[in-house]
């Protein structure tokens, strides 16, 4: 794993560039969608705030988890006084470049989404059937841009790996890996990567037809909500609640939203923007 690039005298982490080139590729499914959608909206934009909010709300998430270690390290982050800006600023770097939850992510990038949908309006819609309109176009953007960010977290050797193995295809981490280990381990984001790149097929074939509004949105947080699920038995991530990790709880929470989500689109249309409800799936 290589955690940062050498090019001349600058080191790129590559967690950033896997995360910049997870945001280019969703900006392009989504502009697509928006194409064949009719829908008039800057995808490049939408993605950009919805990628700048989904980090801090991961990197929040997943402090607010341990509140006395957030509380320590906003403390050291501030030891060095504002006189000294530059050993400030290092050190928020060397603490916000690691730790980020999934779930926390995802909520704020719902929440910014929905926000850009009721001001785009797309197919006409406005309010809140705009905001979920929007998370539906979006859907397979989201996931590609979720499992290319995935193999940032295995390039930076941040944690994310799996567990010990000894599978032909297990990895290593590189000594300085931001979470090192000396085993050989399952590189669970690719597994996360290839998951997510099946999901993306399945939504763009099925957004090709109209669907009740909120349904795809509720069919992707079923399906990536499982993926999660699954792949914690082949993570590190200890368990917290009935043997389960915590992001195993924001998964089953992500299922529950999303059949719930599923069968309230079924029963709610807004307007003629659909086809009869009871189309086939």
Request: aromatic letters at 10%; charged letters at 10%; glycine letters at 12%.
């Amino acid at each position: 794993m290589y955690p940062y690039l050498t090019i001349g005298p600058w080191h790129p982490g590559t967690f950033g560039l896997l995360l910049w080139l997870a945001a280019v590729l969703a900006a392009i499914v989504l502009h697509k969608n928006f194409v064949r959608n009719g829908v008039d909206a800057d995808a490049l934009n939408v993605v950009a705030l919805v990628l700048v909010s989904g980090i801090v709300g991961a990197k929040l998430w997943h402090e607010l988890q341990d509140v006395p270690t957030f509380v320590l390290a906003i403390k050291r982050m501030g030891a060095p006084g504002w006189k000294h800006p530059l050993e400030m600023a290092g050190e928020f770097l060397t603490w916000f470049r690691a730790g980020f939850a999934w779930f926390g992510g995802m909520v704020a990038g719902i929440a910014m989404l929905m926000l850009q949908g009721s001001s785009a309006r797309p197919d006409g819609l406005r309010g809140w059937w705009a905001g979920v309109r929007m998370l539906d176009l979006a859907a397979p953007a989201a996931a590609i841009g979720y499992g290319v960010g995935r193999i940032g977290c295995l390039t930076s050797g941040d944690g994310d790996y799996g567990i010990k193995t000894t599978l032909p295809w297990g990895v290593h981490m590189a000594k300085n890996a931001l979470v090192p280990t000396p085993d050989l381990v399952q590189p669970t984001p690719v597994y996360e990567l290839l998951f997510s790149l099946a999901l993306a097929w399945l939504l763009w074939r099925l957004g090709s037809k109209s669907r009740p509004v909120g349904w795809l949105t509720g069919l992707y947080l079923v399906v990536s909500g499982l993926g999660r699920f699954l792949v914690e038995f082949v993570r590190i991530n200890p368990p917290v609640f009935h043997g389960m990790t915590n992001a195993q709880v924001a998964a089953l929470v992500s299922v529950a939203v999303g059949l719930a989500t599923m069968v309230l689109a079924r029963k709610k249309i807004p307007g003629p923007v659909l086809l009869d409800a009871t189309a086939s799936v």
